[in-house]
């Protein structure tokens, strides 16, 4: 019925896949490095692209059509915030993109949910490209100074307190 839906809801969730990838995989560097407010923004993208994700099959699977559940881009060993940040924001712009388009076809193939499902994937990829740009700004306007403060509170629990003690 919707075969040009399916067939863009597939490629986002392709997107959606990679997304979750990359994110974990700068969750587990931010985290190693000490960074844990980093590390816990970048894990909880991962989890609202997941969820993303299990919103575009549901829509698939409702249209009768095969979830493929494909990786858009392989994971790039990114391992500096500020190249973190920097990625996570292309990588939302080019979604905010893609989405934009995918829903102004779906309007025009009469498929308003599909429609309406890009559209408000727009506005959560939005969010997300307004709090990594926010981040990078806060690396760029303090910059090694605002990572030191992020270890913060893994050095209290390690050492006990403020002090070291």
Not at 19 to 35: E, N, P, R, S
Not at 109 to 123: C, I, M, P, R, T
């Amino acid at each position: 019925m919707h075969e040009g839906s399916v067939e863009m809801l597939n490629e986002a969730v392709a997107d959606e896949l990679a997304a979750i990838h990359q994110y974990m995989y700068f969750h587990f560097h931010c985290d190693d490095q000490g960074y844990d407010p980093m590390a816990a923004m970048f894990k909880q993208k991962a989890i609202e692209e997941m969820q993303h994700a299990e919103r575009l099959a549901e829509r698939i699977l409702f249209l009768k059509g095969d979830v493929e559940m494909k990786i858009a881009a392989e994971t790039k060993p990114v391992k500096e915030v500020v190249e973190m940040l920097r990625m996570a924001k292309e990588m939302e712009e080019s979604a905010v993109h893609m989405y934009n388009r995918f829903a102004n076809e779906c309007g025009k193939n009469g498929d308003s949910v599909s429609k309406k499902l890009f559209e408000d994937l727009v506005a959560d990829e939005e969010g997300h490209y307004d709090n990594f740009d926010l981040q990078e700004e806060h690396v760029r306007k303090f910059g090694e100074q605002f990572l030191a403060l992020q270890t913060m509170d893994r050095t209290r629990q390690i050492t006990g307190g403020p002090e070291g003690a």
